[in-house]
């Protein structure tokens, strides 16, 4: 949306020699340096998907930095600061922010607009370079995007004296999912067994209670043994979740990285997406399933009673009470929901989002 109305040039970070990223998933390593998108467009999976993103943009850049700090990171910061220099931008809008761009520091525009998905670490991911940094940099950045009223609270509480610069947007729902073709899906059929599909997926981490999903999950087999539970991401494990989740035959666990074909895959066969995490501020989880037309049953953590209205997109209970999980599991799974609507789009945030460059 934005893009559409300004010239818009996109820089995007990867890392060599990961050819699974948070969003993008390459079908083979990209080698250090600056690349145009046509010039991996055909290294890439899931390519109608980002199409749609990159569609009105002036230009779009990747970076692709080694894996460890040192001369590369130094000179691809140069070629990225001289890229934020030479442009004469308006508007530089960071989408999160890591010591491995610290030239980041040296930009300069009327105005820096910087995305901030999570104020404060989640539970197990806290950082102290990143922490130092990344409040470092708060001192130049003329404003702030938060996506819920939950995490504008959470940030004011503790950055107060930035409070005047915080703009709260809504996230929109992930329809370009939507055009994902499923051909190459064949070998995930074996995952859909049992009459009802809940679908856990997404990066684990501690603070999505993933231990407590397997530990209820057994409970609920026992109630209703047409169940079957799948797990879906990278992440570490420890011994005695892996062997819990290894003992339940109505668990499958896909312990990899999950490409968007892939996702959309099991989400079209899933009856009901669980998230059941211990702190959240929001999720593109929910975004992700709302797209698919799939209901979510969510704890009551962070903003996702901002995102999730029972009985029309899903449940929400009491964080780590196994008798209230349970009755929105089950709920969940014999109401019908209109999870979008007759919603198709997210022209209805477009006025909001156009007002950060105001």
């Given at each position: ?5 300004y010239?818009l ?6 890392i060599e ?6 969003v ?7 080698k ?28 779009v850049n990747?970076?692709?930095f ?13 070629k ?7 442009g ?13 761009i ?36 708060f ?21 107060n004296?930035f ?6 947007l809504?996230?929109?729902i ?28 997404g ?13 209820s999950?057994?409970?609920?087999t026992?109630r ?25 035959d109505?668990i ?6 999950i ?24 999720s593109g989880?929910?975004?992700?399933a ?5 209901p ?17 997109n899903g ?5 780590g009470d196994f ?25 209805h945030?477009t ?5 950060v460059?105001?």
């Amino acid at each position: 949306m934005v893009s559409e109305k300004y010239c818009l040039d996109v820089v995007i970070v990867l890392i060599e020699g990961e050819t699974d990223q948070t969003v993008f998933a390459t079908k083979k390593i990209i080698k250090s340096g600056i690349y145009k998108w046509s010039d991996i467009r055909d290294k890439v999976n899931d390519t109608c998907v980002f199409d749609a993103y990159f569609e009105y943009c002036r230009s779009v850049n990747f970076l692709v930095f080694k894996k460890n700090y040192g001369i590369n990171t130094v000179l691809l910061n140069f070629k990225l600061l001289c890229l934020m220099l030479k442009g004469g931008y308006s508007f530089i809008h960071f989408d999160d922010i890591s010591p491995r761009i610290f030239s980041a520091l040296f930009a300069y525009s009327k105005t820096i607009i910087l995305n901030l998905h999570d104020p404060v670490p989640h539970t197990g991911e806290f950082k102290k370079s990143d922490k130092f940094f990344r409040q470092l940099f708060f001192f130049k950045v003329h404003k702030f995007c938060l996506y819920s009223n939950y995490s504008a609270e959470l940030f004011r509480a503790k950055f107060n004296n930035f409070k005047d610069r915080i703009v709260v947007l809504n996230l929109p729902i992930y329809f370009s999912y939507r055009r994902i073709s499923l051909s190459q899906c064949s070998q995930l059929k074996s995952c859909l067994t049992g009459d009802k599909l809940i679908l856990f997926f997404g990066r684990i981490s501690e603070y999505k209670g993933l231990p407590f999903l397997v530990d209820s999950f057994k409970q609920f087999t026992c109630r209703a043994d047409n169940l079957h539970l799948v797990i879906a991401g990278s992440g570490k494990v420890d011994d005695r979740l892996s062997k819990l989740i290894n003992a339940n035959d109505h668990i499958t666990f896909i312990n990899r990285f999950i490409s968007s074909s892939e996702l959309v895959f099991l989400l079209r066969n899933c009856d009901l997406v669980v998230c059941p995490y211990t702190d959240a501020t929001q999720s593109g989880v929910i975004m992700t399933a709302m797209a698919l037309n799939r209901p979510v049953v969510a704890s009551n953590v962070g903003s996702f009673e901002e995102y999730i209205i029972e009985g029309q997109n899903g449940q929400l209970y009491m964080q780590g009470d196994f008798k209230d999980f349970s009755r929105a599991i089950f709920l969940g799974l014999n109401t019908l929901y209109e999870v979008s609507g007759a919603t198709t789009s997210n022209k209805h945030l477009t006025a909001s989002y156009l007002s950060v460059y105001d």
